[in-house]
C-alpha cells in the first residue's frame, strides 16, 4: 500500500542498491589508518561507527591498503647472498636426486620465552599501502625459560626445557647425547632411513667437541656452521622453526597472560601438542618453495602478508 502510494504502482521496484560510500568516510578511515595502523577492523567500526563490511571493502578497494603481519627478520650482509645461494642449490639438487631428502632432515633450534610475553606476531596486522619497519620495545630482566625443539617431517621432538640459564657447548652436547640421539635413533628405525641432523650457527652449535660428536653420529650428514653441509649465516627465512613453529607456539602461549615460569612451561607443552602430522608436511612443502625462492631471488627476504 506504502509503495503503491508513492509509486502509482504495486509493480516491484528496482533496487538502487546499497549506498556507496561518502568520501568523507572514505577519508576518515585513511587517517584512521595513518594514526594508528595497528588497530583490528572490529575496533576501527567501533570507533568510526561505520560497518565492518564496509571498512573491509574500503580498505582494499577503494585505498589499496594490505594487512602486514610483522616478521623478525636478520640483516643480510653482501657476503652472506652467494652462501644463502649456493645452499639453496645444493639443497634442491639433493632434492632432485633423492625426493626422500627433506624428509630426512631433522631441523633443531632453541628459543628463549619470557613470562612478560612477546610480540604477537600472528594476531596483529599493520594497515597500509607498502611495508612498515616497526619497533617493539621489550622489558628486560624478565623471567625466562630457554626451550629447544627438533622438527622432522611427521613429528616434534620436544619440547626441552634447559635448567640452565645460558646455554653453553657442554650443556648443548649433554642435550644431544641424552635426549635427542635417542629420539633421532627411535625415528631412523621407524622409518628405515638415516636422518640429516641441522642445526645453525649458534656459538655453543661450533664448538670443537660438538661437532666431533655430530661428525661421529651423523658421518658427512649433518647441516650447520663448519658441517659437512654448511648452514648459511642469518638465515631464517630458510628454518621451518623460525617461519613457522616458534611464531605458532607463541602465538597460542601468550593468548592469556603468563603467571610464572610453571604456567610458562604448562602454556608451551600445551601449545606443542595442538601441532598436527598434516600441518608439519604441508610446512616441508613450503620448505621447498623458500629454497627455490632463495634461489631465484639471490637470496632477498622473503615477504609474507
Known amino acids: 500500500m506504502n509503495q503503491f502510494k ?27 589508518c595513518i594514526r594508528s595502523p595497528k588497530n583490528s577492523i ?82 596483529c596486522r599493520i594497515w597500509g599501502t607498502q611495508q612498515p619497519n616497526g619497533i617493539h620495545k621489550y622489558v628486560r630482566g624478565s623471567p625466562k625459560v630457554n626451550v629447544w625443539y627438533g622438527l622432522l617431517y611427521d613429528r616434534v621432538i620436544g619440547p626441552f626445557f634447559f635448567s640452565e640459564s645460558t646455554i653453553t657447548g657442554v650443556v648443548y652436547l649433554s642435550l644431544l647425547e641424552q635426549y635427542v640421539f635417542p629420539q633421532i635413533e627411535t625415528f631412523e628405525q621407524e622409518t628405515v632411513s638415516r636422518v640429516i641432523f641441522m642445526q645453525d650457527g649458534a656459538p655453543p652449535h661450533f664448538i670443537c667437541f660438538v661437532t666431533d660428536v655430530l661428525n661421529e653420529r651423523f658421518p658427512d650428514a649433518w647441516v650447520g656452521r663448519g658441517g659437512p653441509i654448511p648452514w648459511p649465516p642469518r638465515s ?62 639471490n637470496s632477498a627476504h622473503i615477504e609474507m602478508y
Request: hydrophobic share 35%; glycine share 2%.
Open 6 to 32: 508513492e509509486t502509482g504502482t504495486v509493480e516491484k521496484q528496482k533496487s538502487t542498491g546499497r549506498p556507496r560510500t561518502s568520501e568523507e568516510d572514505v577519508e576518515r578511515i585513511r587517517q584512521s
Open 42 to 123: 572490529a575496533r576501527r567500526s567501533v570507533t568510526l561507527r561505520i560497518p565492518k563490511t564496509t571498512i573491509q571493502s574500503v580498505l582494499h578497494k577503494r585505498l589499496r591498503f594490505h594487512a602486514y603481519k610483522i616478521q623478525l627478520k636478520q640483516e643480510i650482509k653482501p657476503d652472506d647472498r652467494p652462501k644463502h645461494v649456493e645452499f639453496a642449490n645444493f639443497m634442491l639438487s639433493a632434492v632432485d636426486e633423492d625426493e626422500t631428502f627433506l624428509r630426512r632432515i631433522c631441523f633443531s633450534d632453541e628459543a628463549t620465552f619470557y613470562v612478560n610475553g612477546c610480540v604477537n606476531r600472528h594476531d
Open 236 to 297: 631464517p627465512d630458510l628454518s621451518p622453526l623460525d617461519f613457522f613453529l616458534w611464531g605458532y607456539i607463541k602465538n597460542i602461549v601468550y593468548a592469556e597472560k603468563i603467571r610464572n615460569i610453571q604456567h610458562l612451561q604448562e602454556r608451551i607443552t600445551s601449545a606443542i601438542e595442538t601441532v598436527t602430522r598434516d600441518m608439519i608436511q604441508k610446512t616441508w612443502q613450503v620448505i621447498e618453495f623458500r629454497l627455490d625462492v632463495s634461489r631465484a631471488t
